[in-house]
């Protein structure tokens, strides 16, 4: 271990004199031209990189070139050209480190490929507003802790093809509503304790560059804010690499309040405009921007390597696509399955007089990622309604059956007198609805599109079942009517044979909610100061501290739809036992089902009432595979900073002393005491 370290210090220290070096034979102008970049189209003449900023022939420098998004590599000159991958919040939904790792691989690969040098994501903001129209972007769902134990896994695989990965957006950019002019007011404490750990969490696994968002945070813009930029990011939280501004984010030379670069113009930091500034700031923000690249080998691609890298490659495979139907199935979320409806195992399909109809548009054309710079056009969607169709004809994607029939949205009493009589001769009855959301706007409601009618119809089915396709928390009013309810967020290109492998048991649902369902629309409350804002929606005051989310609901003892954490599987799971060995927590499991299938045991605690804290916060997860009738145990270390809290006066985190509960449990869920254990800790 010894020696490991030694050698990584080595290894900094040469990174280190290597961007030392190159700086010290820059020009002021070409120092200069690294703090600012260039947009879309402008590289190469014809191309699509959404930044650049110009190589350095003569150091060996080449461009750095910038590309979205959070959900793959979004091409718009050359559609489906690039893998459109589950969202960030499914893999939130997966509580699954290893297919963070994968998320993260693939993308990582494709970006190398398609010959960018940084890929812009992930997402990391905490899910504060339901309806926040980004919300499917983000992969820490709404608690803290979730975000951060998956993004070191993402940042790790993506930055081992030698780009960097952008952490995104700081901070505070918690609505599309007036994102531009909107003001985020909250305390340090809170930024701390709930915002930024998925951002140190990123940190800590060696990400490259940091973004910072259009939004203000208590009255200064994000990326011209010295507190946040310089004292936190930079300071407490230590950032060693660079901070672009989101595109157009800028208002001002920014150099000395901890912006490092301009994207995707230089308007502000010019060389008109820097050139008198201190050398050693500007020699500073440009190692900042160097050294991540010499670090992950950005720099020392070899001229075989680079041959085969171009913006024109269609970098799709099956290998790609297979990857994100992985991804898509580990994270869809079986919230209910009375009567063990599913799955519908292969006796069923190959049953002569078998009979399925399926209701919605969404399964002839179906929604897989929402909109703006997230979105990833596929170069191949297979349909809902395609793939039922090709497994009740035992044959290839494509092959068609009567065994299937096909009802879109309603538009009329007689529409759906014909899907009541469809569904009473159906042996199942599949409801596909969605909505959809992007970047530039939030939703106006949490609803579904055109789920009126599914109660009415579901009354008809022997056995219905509901797939929804959301961008975050969705009504359900229906849940009631409907015996099975699949959840699978915004799944990308490979989601119809995802939802086919689940539906079918090739995949046991493993997928958790990582944010909580609400019953109605704004069940948490938000006042108008806290959402959308006041005085013209120019500032929201986050006077909710942390009871957002789960921690809302336990606060104020309300009951959500569904909560935080809440997924079914097609086998069931015991926790038999949870032991505490000072900050050491064991659990036992058992699998007490006929199927093999992954738990995940999540550990919540109630830190001193004197610390201030909400009733229960998530602090440690695991996913583990058991096998039926086989049991496990998972240990939980606890680390000081678990059992922390943000000291405004030292800027640190400081251990709560005292007497703490911890619950080990499958969900956020507490109702019902025997579904989960609670036990005692002292924190010393």
Same mark, same amino acid.
């Given at each position: 271990?010894?020696?490991?370290?030694?050698?990584?210090?080595?290894?900094?220290?040469?990174?280190?004199?290597?961007?030392?070096?190159?700086?010290?034979?820059?020009?002021?102008?070409?120092?200069?031209?690294?703090?600012?970049?260039?947009?879309?189209?402008?590289?190469?003449?014809?191309?699509?990189?959404?930044?650049?900023?110009?190589?350095?022939?003569?150091?060996?420098?080449?461009?750095?070139?910038?590309?979205?998004?959070?959900?793959?590599?979004?091409?718009?000159?050359?559609?489906?050209?690039?893998?459109?991958?589950?969202?960030?919040?499914?893999?939130?939904?997966?509580?699954?480190?290893?297919?963070?790792?994968?998320?993260?691989?693939?993308?990582?690969?494709?970006?190398?490929?398609?010959?960018?040098?940084?890929?812009?994501?992930?997402?990391?903001?905490?899910?504060?507003?339901?309806?926040?129209?980004?919300?499917?972007?983000?992969?820490?769902?709404?608690?803290?802790?979730?975000?951060?134990?998956?993004?070191?896994?993402?940042?790790?695989?993506?930055?081992?093809?030698?780009?960097?990965?952008?952490?995104?957006?700081?901070?505070?950019?918690?609505?599309?509503?007036?994102?531009?002019?909107? %003001?985020?007011? =909250?305390? +340090?404490? $809170?930024?701390? &304790? *709930?915002?930024?750990?998925? @951002?140190?969490?990123?940190?800590?696994?060696?990400?490259?560059?940091?973004?910072?968002?259009?939004?203000?945070?208590?009255?200064?813009?994000?990326?011209?804010?010295?507190?946040?930029?310089?004292?936190?990011?930079?300071?407490?939280?230590?950032?060693?690499?660079?901070?672009?501004?989101?595109?157009?984010?800028?208002? %001002?030379?920014? =150099?000395? +309040?901890? $912006?490092?670069? &301009? *994207?995707?113009?230089?308007? @502000?930091?010019?060389?008109?405009?820097?050139?008198?500034?201190?050398?050693?700031?500007?020699?500073?923000?440009?190692?900042?921007?160097?050294?991540?690249?010499?670090?992950?080998?950005?720099?020392?691609?070899?001229?075989?390597?680079?041959?085969?890298?171009?913006?024109?490659?269609?970098?799709?495979?099956?290998?790609?696509?297979?990857?994100?139907?992985?991804?898509?199935?580990?994270?869809?979320?079986?919230?209910?399955?009375?009567?063990?409806?599913?799955?519908?195992?292969?006796?069923?399909?190959?049953?002569?007089?078998?009979?399925?109809?399926?209701?919605?548009?969404?399964?002839?054309?179906?929604?897989?990622?929402?909109?703006?710079?997230?979105?990833?056009?596929?170069?191949?969607?297979?349909?809902?309604?395609?793939?039922?169709?090709?497994?009740?004809?035992?044959?290839?994607?494509?092959?068609?059956?009567?065994?299937?029939?096909?009802?879109?949205?309603?538009?009329?009493?007689?529409?759906?007198?014909?899907?009541?009589?469809?569904?009473?001769?159906?042996?199942?009855?599949?409801?596909?609805?969605?909505?959809?959301?992007?970047?530039?706007?939030?939703?106006?409601?949490?609803?579904?599109?055109?789920?009126?009618?599914?109660?009415?119809?579901?009354?008809?089915?022997?056995?219905?079942?509901?797939?929804?396709?959301?961008?975050?928390?969705?009504?359900?009013?229906?849940?009631?009517?409907?015996?099975?309810?699949?959840?699978?967020?915004?799944?990308?290109?490979?989601?119809?044979?995802?939802?086919?492998?689940?539906?079918?048991?090739?995949?046991?649902?493993?997928?958790?909610?990582?944010?909580?369902?609400?019953?109605?629309?704004?069940?948490?409350?938000?006042?108008?100061?806290?959402?959308?804002?006041?005085?013209?929606?120019?500032?929201?005051?986050?006077?909710?501290?942390?009871?957002?989310?789960?921690?809302?609901?336990?606060?104020?003892?309300?009951?959500?739809?569904?909560?935080?954490?809440?997924?079914?599987?097609?086998?069931?799971?015991?926790?038999?036992?949870?032991?505490?060995?000072?900050?050491?927590?064991?659990?036992?499991?058992?699998?007490?089902?006929?199927?093999?299938?992954?738990?995940?045991?999540?550990?919540?605690?109630?830190?001193?009432?004197?610390?201030?804290?909400?009733?229960?916060?998530?602090?440690?997860?695991?996913?583990?595979?058991?096998?039926?009738?086989?049991?496990?145990?998972?240990?939980?270390?606890?680390?000081?900073?678990?059992?922390?809290?943000?000291?405004?006066?030292?800027?640190?985190?400081?251990?709560?002393?005292?007497?703490?509960?911890?619950?080990?449990?499958?969900?956020?869920?507490?109702?019902?005491?025997?579904?989960?254990?609670?036990?005692?800790?002292?924190?010393?």
């Amino acid at each position: 271990m010894k020696l490991l370290l030694a050698s990584a210090l080595l290894a900094a220290v040469a990174q280190a004199d290597r961007a030392d070096d190159l700086v010290n034979r820059m020009t002021l102008e070409e120092k200069i031209s690294y703090l600012g970049g260039r947009g879309m189209g402008t590289y190469p003449d014809d191309g699509w990189y959404v930044g650049t900023v110009y190589g350095l022939d003569r150091l060996d420098i080449p461009a750095l070139l910038y590309n979205d998004g959070p959900q793959g590599f979004r091409d718009d000159a050359r559609p489906g050209t690039t893998t459109a991958f589950p969202s960030g919040l499914n893999i939130a939904a997966t509580w699954d480190t290893e297919m963070a790792g994968l998320w993260g691989d693939k993308m990582g690969k494709e970006f190398f490929d398609k010959g960018a040098n940084v890929m812009l994501g992930p997402g990391l903001n905490v899910a504060r507003v339901p309806v926040n129209g980004r919300n499917f972007e983000y992969m820490s769902g709404e608690d803290p802790v979730l975000g951060a134990t998956l993004v070191p896994h993402v940042i790790e695989k993506s930055q081992a093809h030698k780009i960097l990965a952008n952490a995104k957006h700081w901070v505070n950019n918690n609505q599309e509503t007036n994102r531009n002019s909107v %003001s985020s007011n =909250l305390d +340090e404490r $809170l930024r701390y &304790e *709930m915002y930024y750990p998925p @951002f140190q969490a990123a940190i800590d696994a060696g990400v490259g560059s940091f973004m910072c968002s259009y939004n203000k945070i208590n009255h200064v813009w994000s990326c011209e804010n010295p507190e946040t930029l310089l004292t936190d990011l930079k300071g407490n939280m230590g950032f060693e690499g660079y901070v672009m501004s989101d595109w157009g984010a800028t208002h %001002s030379p920014s =150099l000395m +309040e901890g $912006l490092d670069q &301009e *994207m995707a113009d230089s308007d @502000f930091m010019s060389y008109d405009n820097l050139k008198d500034m201190p050398i050693e700031n500007i020699d500073a923000s440009v190692k900042r921007i160097l050294k991540p690249f010499i670090t992950v080998g950005a720099f020392d691609i070899t001229d075989e390597e680079n041959a085969d890298r171009s913006i024109y490659n269609n970098v799709t495979s099956d290998e790609h696509f297979q990857a994100a139907r992985t991804i898509a199935a580990n994270s869809h979320v079986l919230l209910k399955n009375d009567n063990d409806v599913l799955p519908l195992t292969a006796d069923f399909w190959t049953n002569a007089d078998m009979n399925v109809a399926m209701f919605g548009t969404q399964a002839f054309d179906n929604a897989i990622g929402g909109q703006g710079s997230g979105r990833v056009d596929a170069a191949w969607k297979p349909t809902p309604l395609d793939t039922f169709k090709a497994r009740a004809a035992g044959g290839e994607y494509g092959s068609d059956s009567d065994k299937v029939s096909y009802y879109g949205d309603p538009e009329s009493d007689d529409d759906i007198a014909e899907m009541k009589t469809a569904a009473e001769a159906a042996d199942v009855c599949f409801f596909w609805i969605s909505t959809m959301s992007g970047e530039g706007g939030d939703r106006g409601s949490l609803s579904l599109d055109n789920d009126a009618h599914v109660a009415q119809v579901a009354e008809h089915c022997k056995k219905s079942v509901a797939v929804v396709t959301t961008p975050g928390a969705a009504l359900m009013p229906w849940s009631d009517s409907i015996d099975a309810i699949l959840v699978n967020f915004m799944p990308g290109c490979a989601s119809a044979f995802a939802t086919m492998d689940v539906v079918l048991g090739d995949v046991n649902p493993s997928g958790k909610l990582p944010i909580t369902f609400p019953n109605v629309e704004n069940q948490e409350g938000f006042t108008e100061i806290q959402y959308p804002g006041i005085d013209d929606a120019e500032n929201v005051t986050y006077t909710e501290g942390w009871s957002f989310g789960y921690r809302f609901y336990h606060y104020h003892q309300a009951q959500p739809n569904y909560y935080f954490g809440e997924g079914l599987s097609y086998t069931t799971f015991d926790l038999t036992k949870a032991t505490v060995d000072g900050q050491s927590v064991k659990v036992g499991l058992k699998n007490t089902g006929s199927l093999v299938g992954s738990a995940v045991p999540q550990l919540y605690l109630q830190l001193p009432e004197e610390c201030d804290e909400p009733l229960w916060m998530l602090k440690k997860f695991e996913k583990i595979s058991i096998e039926a009738g086989e049991e496990a145990t998972v240990e939980f270390d606890l680390t000081d900073r678990d059992l922390s809290i943000w000291n405004v006066d030292d800027d640190v985190f400081e251990k709560c002393v005292g007497d703490a509960t911890l619950r080990v449990a499958f969900s956020a869920n507490f109702n019902d005491e025997d579904s989960y254990i609670e036990k005692d800790l002292t924190i010393a």
